[in-house]
């Protein structure tokens, strides 16, 4: 259910129209009624806009003060329930430290009317237009013979993109006239990333065209500050029409769903990044050699990397190892006059690094999946050069091989796996101390922090039940 200050907006907004369009409201008023009244039903779980209605007032005069929780202990619900199992026992991993020692809270009941229109029900299949779908994430949360009865559609082929290609951005799905024309085609739409082109009208657009055909809209919170842009404000109005407006919430980390709930009073279920390598090479031997690799992958610079600051302070600390070395990797378009991300001070410095002997640098273009694998497997350290940011599928991927990462105590990445940390932020800047000790901490130790096939594929199979589980649950 919805906090009650979010159901009062919502019993007013539809009472008001309600009374317009009796009126003699326009078209524009009754379509407005209709997206209330949906949203009223999807949060009360009751299919008859009256009955929905009436469900919103009991749970309202539940809620009185004197009756309901503190906001305290509605955030201690919030934060419970996304850090915890079925069964309320917390995940393993997925408590932060902070919190490890405090007692489970109790998840409140739901009003009777809820529980009595929601029964499980398990059709054959569930059909979901997912944003995108053939990405390594979305494959893989699900299992891989399909018995979890999910079925994704293909991503929509952009205009533009060859008959052979895989692409998939921009995503076709987020057009509402998509929905209009295919929204008998899928049960589910499930959105994950791929609108940042979308301006929070569009998105509205989106969400709206949803409504009227009656699907569920579920978002992954993959991303709560997008690495791709530099000012936070177009992600975080995108955020402001997507969080409020899903029927269901997942996310990463307690920490990302901490946020969500703080920023939106919304409950976000925490599912772990499935695995991004694939189980064969989860199972390969490490390659064997001598010596201790550090490796920076500058890739073409994105807007939430400080690339020279750390590679600089990495120079000295690696320069004071035996037989240590420091590899720094860039696309080429970032030596490359013509392109957008050209930036020749940056390679100035690099190649004066390189001269030196400070460092080896690498300028290739982008890697397919075996290139970067072997590259990934022939660091001994990864460090993710990151000033904001939320969580990492190349942690994920570093995971997978056995290769440590020093991450940023920026975002979330430190609860995904594990991992070392230093200070870096937008904020704050670069903590060199820090990363000079993570880098000393993964020499001296030498971190064998690896996945294993098995307990890959076992969380696999987890978050494959759990998604059914959630689609299962919703509205449609």
């Not at 982008?366 to 290139?371: L, N, T």
């Amino acid at each position: 259910m919805a906090h009650p200050a979010v159901l009062k907006d919502l019993v007013e907004r539809y009472e008001t129209l309600a009374l317009l369009h009796t009126e003699g409201g326009a078209a524009e008023i009754r379509r407005k009624l209709e997206d209330a009244a949906y949203t009223l039903c999807v949060t009360t779980g009751v299919k008859d806009p009256e009955a929905a209605l009436l469900a919103a007032r009991e749970c309202l005069s539940a809620a009185l003060p004197e009756n309901g929780p503190s906001p305290t202990a509605r955030r201690a619900d919030s934060r419970t329930a996304a850090t915890s199992r079925d069964d309320g026992t917390p995940a393993p991993g997925e408590v932060p430290q902070e919190a490890a020692t405090e007692p489970p809270a109790r998840e409140p009941a739901r009003p009777a009317a809820d529980r009595a229109v929601r029964p499980p029900r398990r059709p054959d299949t569930v059909r979901v237009a997912s944003v995108p779908a053939g990405h390594v994430y979305v494959r893989h949360c699900s299992v891989p013979d399909g018995a979890d009865g999910v079925v994704r559609l293909a991503d929509p082929r952009p205009n533009g993109a060859p008959s052979t290609s895989q692409r998939w951005w921009p995503p076709v799905m987020l057009d509402p006239g998509w929905v209009e024309a295919h929204h008998g085609e899928f049960d589910v739409f499930h959105l994950h990333f791929g609108f940042d082109a979308q301006g929070p009208d569009a998105l509205a657009a989106l969400v709206a065209a949803l409504r009227r055909h009656g699907k569920p809209l579920v978002y992954t919170a993959h991303d709560l500050r997008n690495p791709h842009q530099a000012d936070p404000g177009p992600h975080l109005a995108a955020l402001d029409v997507l969080v409020p407006a899903a029927d269901r919430l997942i996310t990463l980390t307690p920490g990302a769903a901490a946020e969500i709930a703080a920023r939106w009073n919304r409950t976000a279920t925490v599912l772990p990044h499935p695995h991004v390598v694939q189980p064969p090479l989860v199972t390969r031997p490490r390659p064997h050699r001598e010596g201790f690799r550090v490796g920076v992958h500058a890739k073409s610079l994105r807007a939430n990397m400080a690339v020279l600051p750390v590679v600089r302070v990495l120079a000295d600390t690696v320069a004071a190892l035996d037989d240590a070395e420091l590899a720094v990797n860039i696309h080429h378009e970032v030596d490359d006059p013509a392109a957008h991300a050209h930036d020749p001070a940056l390679m100035a410095e690099l190649r004066k690094l390189a001269d030196r002997g400070a460092l080896t640098l690498r300028v290739h273009d982008y890697f397919d999946d075996d290139q970067l694998w072997e590259y990934l497997g022939g660091l001994d350290l990864s460090v993710l050069p990151y000033t904001f940011g939320t969580h990492s599928g190349w942690l994920e991927a570093c995971h997978d091989l056995g290769t440590a990462v020093a991450a940023p105590d920026c975002g979330y990445y430190a609860q995904q796996r594990p991992c070392l940390t230093y200070g870096h932020s937008q904020r704050d800047g670069l903590d060199a101390g820090t990363l000079e000790e993570a880098v000393r901490e993964a020499y001296r130790t030498r971190p064998a922090w690896r996945a294993t096939a098995d307990g890959r594929a076992a969380e696999r199979a987890r978050i494959a039940a759990s998604h059914r589980e959630i689609y299962d649950g919703l509205p449609r």
